[in-house]
């Protein structure tokens, strides 16, 4: 709910178009601006035309047969380029006892735009591997990157499925329906495998890491 108290140094019209947002956010399905509106204590009207707004600068999407609203894509892209330090502050003992209990090279990726960069890495003790820090993947050709898509909302797996799939190999999945398919199995199971498909002795299984509200870390 929108507070109505004047704050100095905040703008109110900002206040209201993120309250808008955060409502979208935490709805279980995509909502109408009436429901929207009264959700944060809005004007109608006003909250129309911030949704409106919102939806220029494709950081909402509304659907024209239901007018109802959901996140757009700008706001993945966005999010996709916040840092990724507390993270890996984190996450690195985790990443370094699964390497030690595997014996094989552990990596921890977050996305950045379209892309996966590897964040971190633990070598393994007796295998040598390439160094992967630094260097950004494409989500469909790595165990990783169809981890991260598997358990993406729907909305937001169609917004990133739009783009061409790019070729590496000969087993890079680049039809959306096999992929969306393989994506399927990934959630049934828990992990995703990738077998050469970005480079043809790149082998990998991964898993997600998940917030407090069950998304991709």
């Known amino acids: 709910m929108v507070s109505t108290v004047n704050h100095p140094g905040r703008i109110q019209s900002i206040d209201r178009a993120v309250a808008l947002l955060t409502a979208i956010a935490a709805a279980p399905e995509p909502e109408t601006a009436p429901v929207l509106a009264d959700r944060c204590a809005l004007n109608r009207s006003t909250a129309w035309r911030i949704l409106a707004t919102l939806a220029h600068h494709g950081l909402v999407e509304r659907d024209p047969a239901s007018n109802r609203y959901r996140l757009g894509f700008a706001v ?23 390497a030690e209990a595997t014996g094989e090279t ?10 996966l960069v590897y964040a971190d890495q633990v070598q393994a003790p007796h295998v040598m591997a390439p160094n992967w820090l630094g260097h950004t993947v494409p ?20 917004a990133l499925l739009r783009a061409r799939l790019e070729r590496f190999t000969d087993t890079t999945i680049t039809d959306p329906r096999v992929l969306r398919a ?21 082998w990998g299984v991964s898993a997600v890491a998940r917030d407090a509200d069950l998304r991709p870390a």
């Open 76 to 98: 993945i892209a966005l999010a996709a380029t916040a840092g990724h330090e507390p993270l890996v502050r984190v996450a690195h003992p985790v990443v370094r006892r699964l």
């Open 106 to 115: 552990v990596n921890l990726a977050v996305a950045r735009r379209l892309e």
């Open 139 to 158: 989500l469909h050709a790595t165990s990783t990157g169809k981890a991260f898509l598997a358990a993406l909302p729907p909305d937001e797996l169609e």
């Open 182 to 202: 393989e994506l399927d199995e990934v959630r049934a199971r828990g992990y995703a495998v990738s077998h050469g498909e970005l480079e043809p002795a790149l």
